[in-house]
């Protein structure tokens, strides 16, 4: 269960375990996509007996990002959304329509920007990588 092991990295953090807290790695591991601090806070409404706050909700997921207990992804602007930290490096491709993500693993990717890296003198640590796309059969109906 995706919410049990956010609890468990929850607790080995310096993060003290609160009502609040589990109210928000419960919705986590409920979420089956990506989802905005606001899309979160409904989930959590739906499911909770005592709903925390928005500004509470928005407190906590800055938090876990700061733990590295949630990985935040940018949409363009102001505009983020959320996921527990994967066990694997993954990439976003990101409907600029819609703003559907996908997920995907190119190994050759990580392989280029070794090499990227390596020849500017540096090591690669790590990198993020979101694509903003179009879907070309909308594209091609226009």
């Not at 807290?21 to 979420?31: I, K, P, S, T």
Request: aromatic share 6%; charged share 30%; hydrophobic share 35%.
């Amino acid at each position: 269960m995706k919410s049990q092991k956010l609890i468990d990295a929850l607790d080995a953090s310096k993060l003290t375990v609160t009502r609040q807290r589990l109210q928000v790695c419960r919705a986590l591991g409920r979420a089956s996509k990506h989802l905005t601090a606001r899309e979160l806070y409904r989930l959590i409404c739906q499911h909770e007996d005592k709903p925390l706050s928005v500004s509470a909700c928005n407190r906590i997921l800055s938090q876990f990002e700061e733990h590295g207990l949630v990985q935040r992804s940018s949409l363009g602007g102001d505009q983020f959304r959320y996921e527990i930290k994967p066990e694997q490096h993954h990439d976003h491709l990101i409907d600029a329509t819609s703003g559907a993500i996908a997920e995907f693993n190119d190994h050759r990717i990580r392989k280029k920007l070794d090499t990227i890296a390596s020849k500017a003198g540096y090591e690669l640590i790590d990198y993020k990588l979101n694509l903003f796309v179009s879907d070309r059969r909308q594209t091609r109906r226009r």
